[in-house]
């Protein structure tokens, strides 16, 4: 039981929350105790006040008179309730927007923190949204318990004392039979609210999915015309969604025309034995408007835990897509330090990796690269190429073998030292929707301005640059969208020249480029990279003509490796694509 208990969204929301619980929100959450007491004590003593009025005007409880005084407390009795629960929501609106601020960084740290193979098996729209139904739930769980639970038990506790003290056992019993009702009612309405929420979220989640990549690929909506189809599938995921949000409801009002059965019930019954007592002269007739005003209180509350029982399962089930979130390990960032100085050698020894198990993308892989050296990777599009800078970067890990970096096993160096360590200019690269300098310095945060002018210089970006009205502030659109292919790869080698790694990483660096901008920025990185390693990946053969060494790759393989002169005389693999592509040059 307990541990099925821990095992709830709810129960481990409440776990994070006493692990971030700041002095800040500390404060906040205790001054909301308080006034959730006062305001308690004032709701529920009033209804006596009222008696005592009542008993006064009708002459029933001595000189009449002193009915003003009582007026006077229940009105401040009406006042304190209501302003206690102004001044809370107040104090909790802090609270809870510090607890949803530090909830969110959080989920949003772990998730940019989740290794390579989380993120490729989901979307990043589903990502976002899950972390948005999250946050939804988090407010849902909290609002219940600040607004409904702390309130409702306090008056619920005062008001059956009251009712104790009129001893009149039968009103007792008619608000227990009230609450073993609601017991049973929401006991069996929240497991199925709770599965038409986690099925309502788990169409805004794919909802969101389809819109996100829809947006990302407008371009090639556009190119092919394709409004229509994505827009289907869209209408399609929306369509689901009414559904389930339908479903949801129906639960949810279904449940409520119950529950307010039972209320009618309860409270018809209630009056009805309040008014014999009257008539008997065993209860005057403000007794009689405390009972009517106390089984309100008590039933309506009951009742309002009740559907906080369903918040509870609403919130729990929009929570639980964060909570598998968080419990994915993230990524081991501990390890030794990369030795100071000039770097070591790199090594892949017999490495063997694969995607999916019975697929091997790369087959017993080994080359060394030394410092100041340029080794060049070829091979037909599938070989493996990429695979070796995922697994240099150590975003995915090897099946087999070893990759060794001044001797020490990539497993062993702590990840933040290793990627440090390297620097990368893709194929594709993706920039961030800011200025070009903030663009070039996310490869150094802590680079000076100069600095990021020297590294545009390197990769030829400076003559544009300065020909754009805000400079270096310009902002480049989402993913680079206002920039050519060229531009935003000359900004991904700034990125690298920028970070002065030990290893340079070039995969398919130039493809972009025209072919006298490729030499003149090759010639650049020759010069910056004179003592690092340089591993370079291309389709593009005259990108890897000057290496000293060249791994051609065939299915994951090594099948030939050498200078450029000795892979032309082997007449092998290489030769072919070298032929291939000049015919295709030639041709052109």
């Not at 607890?99 to 989380?118: D, G, K, N």
């Amino acid at each position: 039981m307990k541990q099925a208990l821990r095992q709830r969204p709810w129960w481990r929301l409440f776990g994070l929350l006493r692990r971030e619980l700041t002095p800040y929100v500390a404060r906040r959450l205790l001054e909301v105790i308080v006034l959730v007491m006062v305001g308690a004590a004032a709701n529920a003593l009033a209804p006596l006040i009222l008696k005592l009025i009542v008993d006064r005007v009708t002459g029933q409880g001595g000189m009449a008179r002193s009915g003003v005084i009582l007026i006077g407390i229940y009105a401040f009795m009406q006042w304190l309730s209501r302003s206690s629960t102004e001044i809370r929501a107040l104090r909790y609106s802090r609270a809870e927007q510090r607890i949803v601020r530090t909830l969110s960084t959080r989920l949003f740290a772990h998730v940019l923190c989740l290794p390579l193979r989380v993120h490729l098996r989901r979307q990043s729209g589903a990502l976002s949204q899950i972390i948005d139904n999250s946050l939804q739930g988090v407010r849902l769980i909290l609002h219940q318990v600040v607004f409904v639970v702390l309130p409702v038990g306090a008056e619920l506790a005062v008001a059956a004392w009251v009712l104790l003290r009129l001893g009149r056992p039968l009103f007792l019993g008619l608000f227990c039979i009230a609450a073993i009702s609601y017991v049973w009612l929401f006991g069996r309405s929240a497991p199925r609210i709770a599965g038409a929420a986690r099925a309502a979220a788990a169409a805004g989640v794919e909802v969101n999915a389809i819109i996100t990549d829809g947006l990302f690929n407008y371009e090639a909506v556009k190119c092919f015309g394709a409004e229509r189809l994505v827009a289907a599938k869209a209408a399609a995921a929306f369509g689901r969604g009414e559904q389930a949000w339908l479903a949801f409801y129906r639960q949810y009002g279904g449940n409520g025309l119950a529950v307010a059965v039972v209320f009618a019930l309860v409270l018809g019954a209630s009056l009805l034995c309040a008014l014999h007592s009257v008539r008997a002269g065993q209860l005057t007739v403000g007794g009689l408007v405390l009972v009517n005003a106390y089984m309100v209180q008590l039933v309506r509350p009951a009742e309002m835990l009740g559907f906080a029982v369903q918040g509870f399962a609403q919130g729990s089930a929009m929570l639980e897509g964060a909570m598998e979130l968080l419990a994915e390990p993230t990524e081991v960032l501990a390890g030794v330090p990369l030795r100071a100085g000039r770097a070591g050698v790199l090594e892949f020894e017999r490495v063997t990796f694969s995607y999916e198990p019975g697929h091997a993308v790369l087959q017993e892989m080994s080359f060394s690269l030394s410092p100041g050296a340029t080794v060049g990777i070829v091979g037909q599009s599938g070989s493996g190429k990429s695979s070796i800078v995922r697994l240099l970067l150590r975003l995915v890990e090897p099946d087999g073998g070893v990759i060794r970096l001044d001797g020490v096993p990539l497993q062993q160096i702590a990840s933040d030292a290793l990627r440090a360590a390297i620097a990368v200019v893709p194929q594709d690269p993706v920039l961030f929707d800011d200025t070009i300098a903030y663009n070039i310095l996310v490869a150094s945060p802590r680079a000076s301005r100069e600095d990021i002018a020297r590294a545009a210089r390197l990769a030829l970006l400076e003559e544009f640059i300065c020909s754009l009205p805000q400079g270096y502030d310009t902002v480049v659109g989402e993913r680079g969208v206002r920039l050519s292919g060229g531009e935003r790869q000359r900004i991904a080698i700034a990125r690298a020249a920028l970070r002065l790694p030990r290893i340079y990483v070039f995969d398919e660096a130039t493809a972009a480029l025209d072919s006298c901008t490729e030499q003149m920025i090759l010639s650049n990185l020759r010069t910056l990279s004179a003592t690092a390693m340089t591993l370079i990946i291309a389709h593009r053969l005259s990108s890897v003509k000057q290496a000293e060494c060249i791994l051609v790759l065939h299915c994951g393989r090594v099948v030939e490796s050498g200078s450029h002169e000795q892979l032309l005389r082997a007449q092998g693999h290489y030769a072919a694509l070298w032929s291939a592509q000049f015919a295709g040059a030639t041709a052109a």
